[in-house]
């Protein structure tokens, strides 16, 4: 019995034969072989580490931001629910690989009947007995022309798609944390500035009220400085909303509250990251997880086409058993109670409308339409990247350019300030030179927040934010599945 089954193991493993999947060619990047050069962009430096390599905790600088993402990363449920996903698609991968081999299950069966005598073949009643037991193979097919080993390295190529997918959901993940905190930190910061602005305010227009009374200061002085304290509450309540929000905008990322022990932020005028050399357009296909996730969907689609082929090839499946029977449990292992079955079948499609010829060609239509996704992919990196490069430039000459605006602004409002206390100008001036200097330190800020989130979106659009901390110069390892087989 068991000799039959073995034999039968050994037939199906060697008749399993050719692959009908295409060869897999690697399409053109559909990009240039360098970042692009002008007044914009600064010089290329050739790199000695690639943003992949360097961990989130070495390109954020600040203690407090750098504890945000570690609580992010335990406890958000998008980065969770990503993580699931690796795990189903491995349990479906296990079932496609399973299908491989053949399905061996025992059975024991036992049955007592009495017939009475009118539907007895002998004319009396009587009772029977029937016990059997096997052990057998059932509809098992064959893999002549690798229907199912293409099945099976489909669903290989989705999971290895999927656990890219996660990586890409965590660098998301690590610069939308950083891009709020910081959107955060600046608000709070246009928030105090905002508040000392109308204090001041305040004050000009108690000495201004003053001057009126006494017949120095004009009506219309007065109401002018009024008009500055009241855009001032304005602009008070308005950064009292957008703190609040920003703070519930972290509170979804992180997935649990802001830690009441949250270290200590540093201002963004600090050193609050590291500056990440661009290298060559070629490591985005290396590093970005996104592109290696559609580069993984090519791969499946590619299978796709050798599963759709085979379907037009004869299939066969085996269904075979072993065991004894015998009308009494006595005699169930006796000499002579062998039984065996052993039931070929082969299925070859004749006539079928098309059916087989159309499922061809709508595979090599998603495959080509799974090409069009990957190129789009490394194109929206190379944009990604290339935005990011000219940002970096343009902040630095831009901020240097507002934080002179700004000194420019502070002496005009302090000339200003002398020159209508002692009556040399008017209260026009003044409250100009108030209004130009609140704007030209909003703006500072707000420019230094673009300039933060610009790099953390190139760190990012690098492949940058996987590791946590800065990883050895060493060659990227294959992504390996890690799959329990039962």
């Not at 019995?1 to 399409?27: E, R, T």
């Not at 605006?405 to 300030?417: G, I, K, M």
């Not at 002398?418 to 200097?437: H, K, M, P």
Request: net charge negative.
């Amino acid at each position: 019995m068991s000799k039959s089954l073995l034999s039968l193991a050994v037939a199906a493993f060697v008749l399993g034969g050719c692959s009908l999947i295409p060869d897999y060619q690697q399409p053109e990047a559909p990009v240039a072989g360098q970042y692009p050069q002008g007044p914009a962009y600064s010089p290329a430096q050739a790199p000695n580490q690639a943003a992949a390599e360097q961990g989130w905790k070495q390109f954020f600088h600040d203690p407090a931001l750098q504890q945000l993402i570690q609580t992010a990363l335990e406890n958000n449920r998008d980065l969770r629910v990503a993580a699931l996903n690796i795990d189903a698609y491995a349990a479906q991968y296990r079932i496609s690989r399973a299908d491989l081999f053949p399905a061996v299950s025992a059975n024991g069966s036992g049955s007592r009947q009495r017939l009475p005598a009118d539907a007895s073949q002998t004319g009396e009643a009587g009772i029977s007995s029937s016990y059997s037991a096997t052990l057998g193979v059932s509809a098992y097919e064959l893999d002549l022309f690798g229907r199912i080993r293409s099945l099976n390295e489909q669903a290989l190529q989705t999971y290895f798609a999927t656990e890219e997918a996660r990586r890409s959901t965590q660098l998301s993940l690590v610069a939308n944390v950083a891009n709020a905190y910081l959107t955060w930190q600046a608000d709070k910061e246009l928030l105090k500035l905002t508040q000392d602005t109308l204090a001041t305010f305040e004050e000009s227009y108690r000495l201004t009220a003053r001057s009126n009374e006494v017949g120095v200061a004009s009506a219309l002085d007065l109401s002018q400085s009024r008009t500055s304290v009241e855009n001032a509450k304005v602009q008070l309540a308005k950064y009292t909303r957008l703190v609040a929000q920003d703070e519930n905008s972290l509170t979804l990322l992180l997935g649990t509250g802001v830690p009441a022990n949250l270290t200590t932020a540093k201002p963004l005028a600090d050193d609050l990251l590291s500056e990440v050399p661009a290298g060559l357009p070629s490591d985005l296909l290396q590093r970005r997880p996104d592109i290696l996730a559609a580069e993984h969907n090519l791969k499946a689609a590619n299978a796709n086409i050798g599963a759709a082929r085979a379907a037009f090839f004869p299939s066969i499946s085996l269904t075979a058993n072993a065991g004894t029977l015998s009308p009494d449990l006595s005699g169930l292992f006796k000499g002579g109670s062998g039984t065996w079955l052993f039931q070929p079948q082969i299925n070859l499609p004749i006539f079928n409308a098309g059916a087989l010829s159309a499922s061809l060609d709508y595979s090599k239509i998603q495959k080509d339409i799974t090409v069009a996704q990957y190129e789009k992919s490394i194109q929206t990196a190379f944009q990604e990247v290339s935005d990011g490069l000219a940002a970096r430039q343009t902040f630095n000459q831009q901020l240097q350019a507002q934080r002179d605006f700004v000194q420019a602004n502070q002496d005009y409002y302090r000339l200003a300030e002398r020159r209508y206390r002692i009556g040399v100008d008017s209260n026009l001036t003044f409250l100009d030179a108030q209004r130009q200097l609140f704007s030209a330190q909003q703006s500072l800020i707000t420019d230094r927040l673009s300039q933060l989130v610009s790099e953390v979106n190139l760190y990012k659009a690098l492949g940058g934010g996987w590791n946590a901390q800065t990883a050895k110069n060493e060659p990227v390892p294959e992504v390996a599945p890690k799959l329990k087989m039962f």
